[in-house]
């Protein structure tokens, strides 16, 4: 008499997955026409965030200069270099956004309402003249300013840098 030979796990077998009756693929090319107008929907709202971030690339720039003197605030070597960069720097962002040849020739009350023309945010009632004494007062007044006058003026630059208005 023979022993009956019991089946084992490792003789097991996978079953092959039978084929679907249907195709996974659209039936119509309908589906390929929306494809195309959502590709090309894609590319055009990456190329319009491509223009504007290189358009922006002179405020990201000013932005790091800015860092920069506030962090020179600190130093007192460096302090009156720090006040005095800023006024320029200020007029480096404008010349760069706006018509350089009408910016260039701003001064006083003209600066000033150019800066609030171009501010989407209100800024101080004398900024221009604060910036005018930045620039040109003697050294003595400008390290007299008071730290939370020069934190303010530093703070309306950057809002301006980030905010201001330019026309395309």
């Not at 005095?84 to 910016?103: G, I, M």
């Not at 945010?121 to 730290?147: C, G, H, K, N, V």
């Amino acid at each position: 008499m023979t022993t009956p030979v019991l089946p084992s796990v490792d003789q097991l077998q996978e079953l092959p997955l039978p084929t679907p009756p249907f195709s996974y693929l659209p039936q119509t090319w309908g589906w390929l026409v929306l494809l195309l107008i959502a590709v090309c929907c894609f590319a055009w709202w990456a190329l319009r965030r491509w223009q504007r971030w290189q358009r922006n690339r002179y405020r990201r720039q000013a932005l790091m200069v800015l860092d920069g003197l506030a962090a020179d605030l600190t130093d007192v070597t460096q302090r009156l270099q720090s006040l005095r960069e800023l006024p320029v720097l200020l007029k480096r962002v404008a010349l760069s956004a706006a018509n350089a040849q009408a910016v260039a020739a701003l001064s006083g009350a003209q600066w000033q309402g150019f800066l609030t023309t171009h501010a989407r945010q209100p800024l101080p009632e004398q900024f221009a003249a604060r910036l005018f004494t930045l620039a040109y007062a003697p050294d003595a007044e400008l390290l007299s300013i008071e730290p939370h006058e020069v934190q303010a003026l530093f703070a309306a630059s950057r809002t301006w840098i980030e905010t201001h208005h330019v026309a395309v």
